[in-house]
Nanobody, 127 residues
Framework: QVQLVESGGGSVQAGGSLRLSCTASGRTFSGSAMAWFRQAPAREREFVAA????????YYAESVQGRFTISRDNGKNTVYLQMNVLKPEDTGVYYC????????????????????WGQGTRVTVSS
């Protein structure tokens, strides 16, 4: 059974930092793109960041560019999201996602490009 388990969420004040982790089990994702999405209350899930299987290419939403950094450790089957200079608008549930087998990645930003999802970790940023 494939599982993606997120951790590292919490409550911080604006300007603070958090580091999210997502560890996979049941399947290796070393050959797959991985991504982070988030969902704020009463809003649709949105793309945050993605990383290619090698870690050589990264993608960011414009709203987090320069503040967030996605990375991965394929030996640990883990992907990270370092979030700095957090803003209240970063509040939401953050989900880890993994590329499915046989998927042709085009944008790396679309929800339907990812077949595996974690249950999410909540991030709250207060002003």
């Amino acid at each position: 059974q494939v599982q993606l388990v997120e951790s590292g969420g919490g409550s911080v004040q604006a300007g603070g930092s958090l580091r999210l982790s997502c560890t996979a089990s049941g399947r290796t994702f070393s050959g797959s793109a991985m991504a982070w999405f988030r969902q704020a209350p009463a809003r649709e899930r949105e793309f945050v960041a993605a990383i290619s299987w090698s870690g050589g290419t990264t993608y960011y939403a414009e709203s987090v560019q320069g503040r967030f950094t996605i990375s991965r450790d394929n030996g640990k089957n883990t992907v990270y999201l370092q979030m700095n200079v957090l803003k209240p608008e970063d509040t939401g549930v953050y989900y880890c996602a993994g590329e499915g087998a046989g998927t042709t990645m085009i944008t790396f930003r679309a929800i339907d490009e990812y077949a595996f999802w974690g249950q999410g970790t909540r991030v709250t940023v207060s002003s």
